[in-house]
């Protein structure tokens, strides 16, 4: 199972989305040398360091034993190496040891690692979001301590959310942090489902916990954040001695063995109140946002993964009499290159959508205007539902395209292939189900000024629309792609007419609508950029846009039919009627 990372992709990907613009913004010092250098060291550690530990850490996975939580075999100092050379550190502010790189960057770089071994990078993933977190809701000392232990990876961060009863439902969290009478708290609880809650890669574990105070009130206003170290932190940040929190188990799970998802049990740990008491899931937010972007690249990261076996696979096995290949590579069969290029072309529109969404996140903070940086923001949170959802839709589609051209081998565990589609089954479901960020896409994004921010993204795809259809190379393209965003568009005003209800029951094919017609504006630019070239891998991308357009934005009007049709037959239908 060979893995290259990505390196031209995600260079020339991001040379599409603005991110050239973003740096002349935003990061002066920053230029296009370095950026390359960043991506090919990336790619080299990746390719070389983690995508080798990959299937041994799908065979034996993390352990547990004797209460201790033990890393799958070589993760541990993989990730001595990744702390060592810098990676967990690229957008973290200077002033707390992180380079001060743009997110974009940040997450090109995680895209190689999750792509190499999507286990381990699931540890680094969530640090980042603590990071985020601390870095706009912490404390000073926590800012003092943490943080940059945080930032240079001696530590690792954990987001501590989910309980028996209290999955998608945090209003029904029971966790307590009691007062302790000297301004902290003691945590009493049960925890399930926490990803790299413990682990023997590093000193340190940094968990941010939901819980309750004895007098908050019922309900999500009642929660508060608290942050808790697996050792005492004294003032002057040395580690003292273990703290009142512990695994219970580790989950015996579908897929990411090497990734520990423990059971932590919290037997009057000590912590402090992480921002404003009630705030808790505001503050938590912030983590989970950070967390739902990540994801979406671990569903490209996947993909790509799959993609790549697949590819090679099909140059490599030989079938029949293949229509395009006189060797009989199944590489030259029709249906079999059409999985393979269609895969493709939607890993680069998911690609483009989450490198989008980051260059969002610059601006909201660095435009040069408060306009923009309000306009910058608006725009991320109506794209953030859709990078999580549709991309890790996309991660276990190609993942599963990937088995198919393998055929029966890639139902046989030992191709590797099948181990692809069994990581990916869990980015459609954690850091909020896709279900839930339709829900959210319907009922608060799209909503936003009165629908304004989608309409203005569909004004912007259909100048592109129009601007393509005066070269005949593209001309298909954009007359799909104008099609597509007039589809887009009617749905959208059905969803602003009806609401509740009714749109949450058009809510997931309204979100496959919006990722498929922005995935075609992504490949479109990328057409657009590379049209007119000699270079064949240029030409490829011309190709793409081309296929993705008659393959994917031609189903458009149809799934705005769907969005706006049958919400009366969901809501009639009983259970018993569906029932054998």
């Given at each position: 199972m060979t893995f290259r990372a990505p390196v031209r992709d995600l260079a020339f990907a991001l040379s599409t989305v603005g991110h050239d613009a973003l740096l002349k913004r935003a990061y002066p010092d920053l230029d296009a040398d370095t950026v390359a250098a960043v991506l090919e060291a990336a790619g080299a550690f990746t390719t070389d360091v983690l995508a080798p530990l990959n299937r041994r850490g799908d065979i034996e996975g993390a352990t547990f034993e004797n209460g201790v939580v033990r890393a799958a075999p070589g993760f541990a100092d993989a990730y001595r190496q990744f702390a060592e050379q810098g990676w967990n550190s690229l957008s973290a502010e200077p002033e707390f040891g992180g380079q001060g790189l743009s997110k974009p960057m940040e997450l090109a770089v995680f895209e190689m690692v999750h792509a190499a071994n999507m286990a381990f990078g699931l540890c680094p993933m969530l640090t980042q979001a603590a990071i985020e977190a601390l870095t706009q809701h912490g404390t000073e000392r926590q800012k003092r301590l943490v943080l940059p232990k945080l930032v240079s990876g001696e530590w690792t961060g954990a987001m501590v959310l989910?309980?028996?009863?209290?999955?998608?439902?945090?209003?029904?969290?029971?966790?307590?942090?009691?007062?302790?009478?000297?301004?902290?708290?003691?945590?009493?609880?049960?925890?399930?489902?926490?990803?790299?809650?413990?682990?023997?890669?590093?000193?340190?574990?940094?968990?941010?916990?939901?819980?309750?105070t004895p007098d908050a009130p019922s309900g999500i206003k009642g929660i508060s954040l608290f942050l808790t170290s697996k050792f005492e932190l004294g003032d002057d940040g040395a580690l003292g001695a273990r703290n009142d929190f512990r695994p219970g188990s580790i989950e015996h799970k579908l897929g990411i063995h090497g990734s520990p998802t423990c059971v932590m049990l919290y037997e009057g740990?000590?912590?402090?109140?992480?921002?404003?008491l009630g705030q808790g899931l505001p503050h938590m937010f912030v983590m989970m946002n950070a967390a739902r972007l990540q994801v979406g690249v671990q569903g490209v990261a996947i993909a790509e993964r799959a993609f790549q076996q697949?590819?090679?696979?099909?140059?490599?096995?030989?079938?029949?009499?293949?229509?395009?290949?006189?060797?009989?590579?199944?590489?030259?069969?029709?249906?079999?290159?059409?999985?393979?290029?269609?895969?493709?072309?939607?890993?680069?529109?998911?690609?483009?959508?989450?490198?989008?969404?980051?260059?969002?996140?610059?601006?909201?903070?660095?435009?040069?205007?408060?306009?923009?940086?309000?306009?910058?923001?608006?725009?991320?949170?109506?794209l953030t539902p859709i990078a999580k959802a549709w991309s890790t839709d996309v991660g276990v589609e190609v993942a599963s395209l990937g088995v198919q051209v393998h055929g029966g081998m890639g139902f046989i565990?030992?191709?590797?292939?099948?181990?692809?589609?069994?990581?990916?089954?869990?980015?459609?479901?954690?850091?909020g189900t896709n279900g839930i960020q339709a829900l959210d896409l319907v009922g608060r994004k799209v909503p936003m000024a009165q629908g304004a921010v989608m309409r203005e993204?569909?004004?912007?795809?259909?100048l592109t629309a129009q601007g393509l259809t005066e070269g005949p190379e593209l001309a298909p393209v954009g007359r799909r792609l104008a099609a597509g965003v007039a589809a887009l568009e009617r749905a959208t005003d059905w969803i602003l007419a009806n609401g509740g209800a009714p749109a949450a029951a058009a809510a997931t094919p309204y979100l496959k609508l919006a990722g498929d017609v922005i995935g075609g504006w992504i490949l479109a630019r990328q057409g657009a950029a590379a049209a007119g070239s000699d270079d064949p891998w240029l030409q490829g991308k011309v190709a793409l846009a081309r296929l993705y357009a008659g393959q994917v934005l031609s189903t458009a009007p149809g799934l705005a039919d769907s969005v706006c049709e049958g919400v009366e037959d969901l809501e009639r239908m009983p259970a018993a009627a569906l029932a054998g």
């Open positions: 989910t309980e028996p009863q209290a999955g998608t439902d945090l209003a029904a969290l029971t966790t307590r942090a009691e007062p302790d009478g000297a301004g902290g708290y003691r945590l009493y609880g049960q925890k399930i489902f926490i990803t790299w809650g413990d682990h023997d890669a590093t000193d340190n574990i940094v968990h941010l916990v939901l819980a309750r740990a000590k912590a402090e109140l992480v921002g404003e697949a590819l090679a696979f099909s140059q490599e096995r030989k079938q029949g009499r293949a229509a395009w290949d006189a060797q009989g590579m199944i590489w030259g069969h029709p249906d079999v290159r059409r999985m393979l290029m269609l895969s493709k072309a939607k890993i680069e529109a998911a690609r483009g959508i989450c490198l989008t969404t980051g260059v969002l996140a610059d601006l909201a903070r660095f435009a040069d205007s408060e306009e923009e940086r309000l306009a910058a923001r608006a725009r991320q949170e109506l565990e030992e191709t590797g292939a099948a181990q692809h589609y069994r990581d990916a089954r869990i980015a459609p479901i954690y850091e993204l569909c004004a912007e795809m259909l």
